[in-house]
Structure formats: structure tokens, C-alpha cells
Nanobody, 128 residues
Framework: QVQLVESGGGLVQAGGSLRLSCAAS????????MAWFRQAPGKEREFVAA????????YYADSVKGRFTISRDNAKNTVNLQMNSLKAEDTAVYYC?????????????????????WGQGTQVTVSS
């Protein structure tokens, strides 16, 4: 069992930056791939970024590539999402998720069904 708690959301102007954090409690954090998804009002939840269990590989949605960076600190059981050059279309509730780290490639890690554990989400609002 893994519990995930997100923090760091808020209101920011377009072009600004935010850093989201996800604190994990429970066993075997280092055995899980970690990901961020987001859901905007009236839209389906979508993949944002993922990182493998040891942090050796990262994957990004095309819409955030070059602007967002996912990282993890396995000693602190945390995963972070640094978001730069934010746009109004980045406005959403951001969710942290944990799942098995057994596959390869973005097509594997971007699947929502892969992730077993989810946080409650944190709101990010970007004003234009």
C-alpha cells in the first residue's frame, strides 16, 4: 500500500513557474514508477510525465516537453514536477500516481491503467 500526497499547486501568471511535490508513504517506494497526470474541467485525465523506479528514464507528453521536468528523490520518498513557462492551457488538477516499473517506453508509462495508487490532486491555475 502506498499513500500519495501532492502539494505545491496554486495560482500563477502565464510564463511563470511552479514546483509540485508528491510525498509517498508506505513500503517499497523505490520499486514504483511515478507519474503525474492532470485533468482540466470538462476534459479527461491525461498523462503529463513519468519517471522509472530508479530515475533512469523519464517520459513526457508532447504538450509539456521542454517546459516540465520530473524528478524523484528515493531517499526522501518524493517525486517532483518542475513546471516552467506555464500556459493557460496547463490549468488543471494535477495528480501523482504510482505503478509497477516493469516496461519500456512512453507508450507503457503513459497508460493511466498502469498506475495503482493515486493522490487526491492539487489545483494549478495559470492566468493569461
Amino acid at each position: 500500500q502506498v499513500q500519495l500526497v501532492e502539494s505545491g499547486g496554486g495560482l500563477v501568471q502565464a510564463g511563470g513557474s511552479l514546483r509540485l511535490s508528491c510525498a509517498a508513504s508506505g513500503r517499497a517506494f523505490t520499486s514504483y514508477a511515478m507519474a503525474w497526470f492532470r485533468q482540466a474541467p470538462g476534459k479527461e485525465r491525461e498523462f503529463v510525465a513519468a519517471i522509472t523506479s530508479r530515475g533512469g528514464s523519464t517520459y513526457y507528453a508532447d504538450s509539456v516537453k521542454g517546459r516540465f521536468t520530473i524528478s524523484r528523490d528515493n531517499a526522501k520518498n518524493t517525486v517532483n514536477l518542475q513546471m516552467n513557462s506555464l500556459k493557460a492551457e496547463d490549468t488543471a488538477v494535477y495528480y501523482c500516481a504510482a505503478g509497477p516499473s516493469r516496461g519500456y517506453g512512453s507508450s507503457y508509462y503513459k497508460r493511466m491503467a498502469l498506475y495503482t495508487y493515486w493522490g487526491q490532486g492539487t489545483q494549478v491555475t495559470v492566468s493569461s
